[in-house]
């Protein structure tokens, strides 16, 4: 083995899937100095996950990647269920809305994983803005050892200092993991505890073989790993160069048989169950007199079993099948004995008596998947553990992907504030304590609809639970909504999020059952996503989904309601609270330099200009937005306190923080106070945390204002 050289990294990811690319984006954004690797050659080019789902959507509109995959998708708006009648014949039982309207601006949609994987690659190259030359990926793993290997910064942009970019080694796998434990405490910022050997590959030893020469397909066999469920030291790693970095922080991105997990040892493993359900996927453009093709249609036969129609871009549509003649009771079965014609005569028997078949198969897999959720998703908060590599479960509800993505769009702005030093350490454990519940809710829903989603004949499953085709409905529509569409998952209190317990009823000091005061902001729940709603700006009047005004650039966000605009007692009350803003909160607060790409994302045109302001601003970033009814020359822009104002010497006066609720010329109304849950007199003060999960609701009086500064300062540092 040849030691090339040895190197610090901020946070090493591993793997470049869905997970990883999302950290790495966070990290790219932060200006974090950060690496990813993947042993693949190339990112995935068809098949995998395809689902996109509300809240997925809104995560990658804050990184402006959203509406590149609007644009090319296809949209999935209503759901069909067949069923057998009583003759055993397939009919349509009835055709509803898929997920609920008005959940958001989005609605669920699907594009191949690959595509995905693309804007990713995308978003992150343009963090470091136009400036920067364009770099495409590294061709080779040796390449890439030249972006990394060097220590010196990026070029100067703005009069800082630029961090060296981040973009994917492939062909790159690690083949130790080591932690110094006692270098690792937590509060030991400036030390690198985690030592990781990474091996460079040949493109021979990371291309995956195919089971057939002329489709893609998912039954990965690279000719490096192990095949599924050897022992990993058990394979032969042929000589090959070798690197050693040593990272404050490592993340396992890399899927379902993730050597990041294995390598944290066995407490690591993940618990649950490997079913007997072997999912066969395929990607075809059907030839079909089948009347629902281009619905998303669930399919329950009366004696073949079950199947998933998901219509997709390009005239191509996906079946979901699980297998029944491979099942083997447990264990794993041999996949090679499934290929394409045998997923189609399933689909046909299916289907019957209408007909399906295909001229052109896109891709194909077959994969046999338990419900698992790993023991523990964080070594010392120095090693974390995300996506497939810490839960796996069945397609059925196309949460593959999306989990995944939330998964690191938890965990990176908290790694990246604390690398750049902006953010206590201890922030780093409410990863484990937010995502690890929703991973078990996920398995928990995962196995309801196993049961009645299974390949076996419908009736079987009827006469075993007694639920009916009606209530298989009724309980795919109500769970579509709560929890796969992400909307409704709710983070328990913890340091980032005050408040917002489910029980309403608490009893006090005395034992004694004491009503909760309402919530001055009803719809905004602490530990769940800030929705969106359209306001004007104040400026010019031009309508904004308040979102846009929320991207991912690492900022957390005070929204004041400040009330009504036509009233001076509300005017003045926001001014004092300006006053108070200015003068005592946030010079306490540290600043966030932004990264070149984050800015104007949402402006029109492309990522920012790069013109930097003179001091970098606030961690804390402070919208009003105010109600009235009238015409919006009622307040003057200028007449706003500083705070929501602020102004740059080289830039001029921000005019992007002041909005209204009112009717738009042509967009109508977004009726905001309404929807946040907020008194037009009263209003309230929200505050959102970098991911947007609302950390605090209180209202506009000076108790509320100490509420707000005790939430921060438990989160941030002090500014230097
Ligand atoms: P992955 O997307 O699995 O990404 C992991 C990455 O890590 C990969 O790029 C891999 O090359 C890399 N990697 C792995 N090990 C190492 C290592 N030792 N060193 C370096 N890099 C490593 N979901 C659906 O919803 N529907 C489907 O039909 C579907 N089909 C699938 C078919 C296959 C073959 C697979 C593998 C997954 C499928 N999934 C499907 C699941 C879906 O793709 C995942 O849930 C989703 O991609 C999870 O994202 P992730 O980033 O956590 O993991």
């Not at 998947?369 to 839960?391: C, E, P, W």
């Not at 529509?477 to 709710?490: C, D, E, L, N, P």
């Not at 926001?574 to 070149?596: F, I, N, Q, R, T």
Request: aromatic residues 8%; hydrophobic residues 35%.
């Amino acid at each position: 083995m040849t030691v090339k050289a040895t190197s610090k990294t901020d946070v090493l990811i591993v793997g470049a899937g869905p997970a990883g690319l999302m950290l790495a984006l966070w990290l790219a954004r932060l200006g974090v100095d950060a690496r990813i690797v993947d042993k693949r050659t190339d990112k995935v080019y068809s098949g995998q996950a395809d689902g996109f789902q509300i809240r997925s959507l809104e995560i990658l509109d804050s990184f402006g990647i959203a509406q590149r995959i609007w644009n090319e998708s296809n949209h999935m708006v209503e759901v069909c269920f067949w069923n057998p009648d009583e003759t055993g014949r397939i009919c349509r039982d009835s055709r509803v809305v898929n997920g609920k309207a008005g959940l958001s601006r989005f609605h669920e949609v699907v594009l191949h994983q690959g595509r995905a994987e693309t804007f990713f690659l995308d978003a992150i190259r343009d963090s470091y803005g136009p400036q920067q030359p364009t770099r495409g990926e590294p061709k080779a793993g040796g390449q890439a050892g030249k972006t990394h290997g060097d220590t010196s910064s990026g070029p100067d942009v703005g009069g800082q200092q630029q961090p060296r970019q981040v973009s994917v080694e492939r062909r790159v796998m690690p083949t130790s993991l080591t932690i110094d434990e006692d270098a690792a405490a937590e509060d030991n910022r400036d030390s690198y505890p985690v030592t990781v050997a990474l091996r460079h590959l040949s493109e021979n030893e990371a291309t995956p073989t195919q089971m057939l020469s002329n489709v893609q397909d998912g039954l990965f066999r690279s000719n490096l790993s192990p095949p599924d469920g050897v022992d990993p030291s058990s394979a032969t790693i042929p000589e090959g160069i070798e690197e050693v970095v040593q990272c404050k922080y490592v993340v396992g991105c890399d899927g379902a048989h993730s050597w990041t997990r294995k390598a944290l040892g066995p407490e690591y493993e993940m618990v649950g169950e490997m079913t007997d359900y072997i999912w066969g996927v395929l990607d075809i453009v059907p030839i079909t007199d089948f009347p629902d093709i281009r619905n998303r249609t669930m399919i329950h036969s009366a004696d073949n079993g079950s199947m998933m129609v998901i219509p997709r871009e390009n005239r191509l549509v996906r079946l979901y099948i699980q297998l029944t003649e491979v099942s083997v009771g447990g264990g794993r079965v041999d996949r090679s004995q499934i290929k394409p014609d045998m997923i189609l005569s399933a689909a046909k028997k299916i289907m019957h008596p209408y007909k399906i078949d295909y001229h052109y198969c896109d891709w194909w897999t077959a994969y046999q998947i338990g419900q698992r959720v790993g023991k523990h998703f964080s070594k010392l908060n120095r090693v974390f553990l995300a996506g497939d590599a810490v839960h796996t479960h069945s397609p059925k509800a196309g949460q593959g992907m999306n989990v995944s993505m939330q998964d690191t769009f938890n965990l990176g702005w908290k790694l990246g504030l604390v690398c750049k030093g902006v953010a206590k350490p201890s922030i780093l454990s409410t990863y484990e304590f937010e995502r690890k519940p929703i991973a078990n809710q996920l398995i928990a829903f995962d196995h309801r609809f196993s049961r009645l989603f299974s390949g076996r004949p419908v009736k079987d499953i009827l006469d075993e639970t007694g639920v009916s085709m009606g209530e298989f409905g009724a309980a795919f529509r109500q769970s579509h909504m709560q929890f796969t569409t992400a909307v409704g998952i709710k983070y328990s209190p913890n340091m980032l999020v005050v408040g917002g317990d489910d029980e309403e009823d608490k009893k006090d000091d005395t034992g004694s059952d004491h009503k909760q005061a309402p919530s001055p902001a009803a719809a905004c729940v602490p530990g769940m996503r800030f929705a969106s709603h359209q306001v004007l700006r104040h400026s010019d009047a031009r309508p904004w989904q308040l979102h846009h005004k929320m991207q991912s650039d690492g900022r957390f966000r005070l929204v004041v309601f400040g009330g009504h605009v036509s009233s001076q007692r509300d005017l003045q009350r926001a001014d004092e609270l300006g006053d108070w803003l200015v003068s005592h909160l946030l010079p306490k607060l540290p600043a966030l330099a932004v990264m070149p790409g984050t800015t104007n994302l949402h402006g029109g045109g492309r990522p920012g200009h790069g013109f930097q302001p003179e001091q970098p601003p606030s961690i804390l970033d402070v919208l009003l937005v105010y109600h009235g009814q009238e015409n919006i020359s009622v307040g003057e822009h200028l007449s706003f306190h500083s705070a929501y104002q602020p102004f740059d010497p080289k830039l001029g006066h921000d005019y992007d923080k002041v909005f209204v609720d009112r009717p738009s010329h042509h967009n109508g109304n977004g009726d905001a106070y309404n929807a946040y849950g907020v008194d037009q007199y009263k209003g309230a003060i929200v505050g959102v945390r970098p991911d947007g999960v609302v950390g605090l609701a209180v209202g506009l009086d000076k108790e509320s204002w100490v509420e707000v500064e005790n939430w921060l300062e438990g989160i941030l540092c002090k500014a230097k």
